[in-house]
């Protein structure tokens, strides 16, 4: 065993065969159905009001169903064939759980005049959609072959995923504000009618330019300026290059990174079609640069950010820190000097020699408040 595998590997191996493999697919399929199960009782404190009202109630009972199939077989299956227990029977457990709470027919529970709520629904239906599109595709077409699915550090990472989802309500409404709040006085009705009478492809367009172009700007700041690098540094501490690491983002950067490129695309006033269009695009490929797959898309790869192109921004290599900030258009940083792109080639390792930066994500959290004698950059 490798020292990239976690510790869920720990004791009895990892290899087909020895339960490892069924009893992680349980568990996963299990927490799914058991958290599919509270978001039927509890709609209005688990679920996202905007898209309450649009879910097919007989596919998701459908999901939670065979969700809970496959973990009940799976998870018999691996407490049959492993000696140590442990994820067979917490599979066993979830799946119990979510089977005496009422399982894929449970009640829907009454929608109460609860204002707050956490976006669990968000958060299992994009890792769900996530894992289903990128796993196979890192598998099928890894860049680097021995890198587990599991690896080093993972949890960090997915936990960082659940809670930027489950905190959706937080996040979004502090991603508008400073738009909303601060710039509401620069919003010019002509303009914004000149922008919408447009076709919706080149407003996709437009906003692309435009939010990668404010990207930049942000994110070549939170690089530059130091208290922000600390921030910034959480991301960069990832050793590792899959789809889970990009979701390894400070609260803070997060926030800020957002709500500041949304500024522009609000005073602008693009159609919400178009700007929806945007968020399911910039949702799929920023996730997709950090993926851990061989692709290189040799006749796009000068004009849209491939996963070999922002590899290098993670890159441990000398002359490729501080290069590549842009998210889509690799033309802004060779506009602006900090293109990094030698022909072909990947980067060695990831991450930064000598972070700092702890693991765990509540420790990550706290880690850019702490005082410090030093700032290293
Ligand atoms: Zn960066
Ligand atoms: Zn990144």
């Known amino acids: 065993m490798t020292d990239h595998v976690s510790a869920l590997g720990r004791g009895a191996g990892t290899r087909f065969g020895s339960g490892w493999i069924s009893g992680v697919l ?28 649009h879910y097919p109630l007989d596919v998701v009972r459908f999901l939670i169903y065979a969700c809970l199939v496959a973990s009940f077989v799976l998870g018999t299956l691996s407490v049959l064939l492993r000696r140590s227990k442990t994820l067979g029977i917490t599979a066993l457990a979830l799946t119990t759980a979510a089977t005496l ?34 796993i196979p595709m890192e598998r099928l077409f890894a860049r680097l072959t021995t890198q587990p699915i599991f690896r080093r550090a993972w949890q960090t990472d997915l936990t960082h995923f659940a809670i930027s989802h489950l905190l959706v309500q937080v996040t979004v409404l502090l991603t508008l504000a400073p738009a909303t709040v601060l710039f509401a006085w620069a919003a010019r009705p002509g303009l914004q009618g000149a922008i919408q009478i447009q076709p919706l492809l080149l407003q996709f367009v437009e906003i692309v ?26 991301h960069h501490s990832a050793e590792a290059m899959d789809w889970l690491a990009s979701a390894r983002l400070h609260l803070v950067d997060i ?52 996963p070999r192109f922002h590899h290098w921004h993670h890159a441990v290599e000398p002359e490729a820190v501080d290069t590549n900030f842009a998210i889509h258009l690799p033309i802004i940083d060779r506009l602006f000097g900090t293109c990094y792109f030698p022909d072909g080639r990947w980067p060695s390792a990831y991450g930064l020699a000598g972070s700092p930066v702890p693991d765990g994500w509540l420790r990550q959290l706290g880690w850019p408040f702490r005082r410090v004698r030093a700032v290293v950059h």
Do not use: K, M
Request: aromatic residues 16%; glycine residues 8%; charged residues 10%.
């Open 209 to 234: 330019v435009v939010a990668d172009l404010s990207e930049y700007v942000v994110h070549r700041a939170f690089h530059r300026i130091p208290w922000l690098w600390r921030f910034h540094q959480v």
């Open 255 to 306: 926030v800020v990174t957002r709500g500041l490129s949304f500024v522009p695309l609000f005073i602008l006033g693009f159609s919400p079609p178009a700007l929806y269009a945007y968020l399911i695009f910039v949702s799929f490929h920023a996730v997709f640069i950090h993926a851990n797959v061989r692709f290189r898309f040799r006749p796009i790869e000068q004009l849209v950010v491939t």
């Open 101 to 134: 709470l009422g399982g894929s027919s449970a009640r829907v529970g009454t929608l109460g005049g609860t204002r707050a709520y956490v976006g669990l629904d968000w958060f299992l239906l994009n890792v769900l959609l996530l894992a289903l599109i990128f």
């Open 26 to 53: 349980a568990v996963v399929l299990g927490a799914l159905a058991y958290g599919g199960v509270l978001c039927l009782l509890f709609p209005s404190w688990l679920t996202t009001p905007d898209a309450r009202a």
